[in-house]
């Protein structure tokens, strides 16, 4: 366990260069191997949520062979709790956009989307505009990678990638088998790299400070800067930036209301940690995501809190594998017998172990996910679940 | 019904006939009268060369995509806990009351229908809600009476 206590970094929402887009235009100075190969070595992990390393992910993707090849940008942050990607593109987009035109370089690739979620279509026409800006600016760099917008619907689901490229391609956003990767074969089968808003504009800012300044934040599990978006019970709700590997008790001392109960850190798919582990709990190390983090203070029921949990989960599950569709549902209908007195109290151990048959036997990581915030909310909580 | 095949026209020149327009033209005719018809999926289905099923199939699999009669003004109110801990629950009363309608259901001169949706993300400044694409932040009682006011008049 590594504690580097509570530091706060300005790396993601620091001022734009001068001209616009001088980090892909310095980027693109350089050998395509070398800006690989620091992306590799700054420790980069996917910041949707499942931190998949993404030099390693470019590198499959570079060597693939094809006429066409798509970068997708995963602009379909739905984990309750998340709008870091919200405020990216709303105060940075032109970082994020770099990201994916430099991804675009390096793997060769011939298009780009911006899979936005309905949610966020508000956000359509100012993108837009900083998608002309960096049309004109490609084009004098000799880069030929047009980008476009593609709309959401409304899908939890389609936060993963598989199911996220069924929705482009007109579908139900039901995930695919892996493999084929879709790096391998993604949208129109072709090689595409799809990657979070937050991880592309972290390229751009190891482009812009090199690996070494990048690498030297965080801890040896989690390296970088990472976001993190806070609401609940705080004074100070919004999007925080630190480096990783701080002790949940700093952050609950600087960012809680003084009566922290529980926090839960990755979102609902994340884990829920009770006040007796503050101190032993570190961020950024085993449990965190996304950096959707919500603070819960003594007046909150955690009855109340793992329902809301499993009625989202319950209508966001696509329905396709048996054991989230029908899981979600009886981990719902469980609690609420017990809650009522239908069931004894040692039910609540039946429904944990079904949670983590759920993990085991699900397609993808939305029913996988469940029994890491039913657990840690049941196990820790018991008193609340019963009558 | 001329209107919805001129809107499947339209899409179609900008995005193609494939599978892949499929959602673009849905969410265009979303745009236009809020639902999508049965008939509508029918013309869309012709217009692809797929089967209505299809259609039908991916259009129910999507929250932003309405099956059913809506209003001109949708209103989706974010039920995550976040909103939820912070006051949503009497917010969503006030509506309910300004518009003399429960959740899931439309206003009888057809202006406002009223949903719940999952995490909008506005965490940071809930209770929050969607009208159509708008969205509005740090609701109160008052607040809601005067944004339906005003939707109202427009």
Known sequence: MSNKGLRKVDILFSQYSVAPYQILKQTMKKNKADVLTEINESGLRGRGGAGFPTGMKWQIMADEKAEEKYIICNADEGEPGTFKDRKLLVEVPRKVISGMAIAAWITNSTKGYIYLRAEYNYLIPALKKELEVFEEYSKQFGLDFPIEIFSGSGAYVCGEETALIESMEGKRGEPRNKPPFPTQEGYLGKPTLVNNVETLASVSMVCRYGSEKYKSLGTDAQRGSKLFSLSGDSPKEGVHEFELGMKVSDFVAEYGDGDTKAIQVGGVAGYCIPRKNFENTIIGEGNTTGGATMIFNSTRSMYNVIHNYLEFFVEESCGQCTPCRVGTQQLLKGIEAVKVGDKPECYLQDLIKLSKTMKITSKCGLGQSVTNSFTSIITNFPEEMIY | ?154
Request: glycine fraction near 4%.
């Open chain 2, 1 to 154: 019904m001329e209107e919805v095949s001129k809107i499947i026209k339209e899409k179609i020149k900008e995005v193609g006939n494939q599978r892949t327009a499929l959602l673009p033209i849905l969410q265009a005719i979303m745009k236009e009268q809020n639902y999508v018809k049965k008939e509508d999926m029918v013309d869309v289905a012709e217009a692809l060369d797929i089967s209505a099923a299809d259609v039908y199939g991916t259009s129910s699999f999507y929250s932003f995509i309405e099956t059913e009669e809506t209003g001109k003004y949708l209103i989706r109110i974010c039920k995550s806990i976040t909103c939820e801990n912070k006051g949503k629950k009497q917010v969503l009363k006030a509506i309910e009351k300004e518009l003399q309608i429960d959740l899931g259901e439309t206003t009888y001169d057809k202006k406002f229908t009223l949903k719940p949706t999952n995490c909008l993300g506005l965490c940071d400044m809930g209770p929050a809600m969607l009208i159509n694409d708008e969205p509005f932040t740090e609701l109160t009682t008052e607040l809601v009476s005067e944004i339906i006011c005003e939707f109202r008049n427009r």
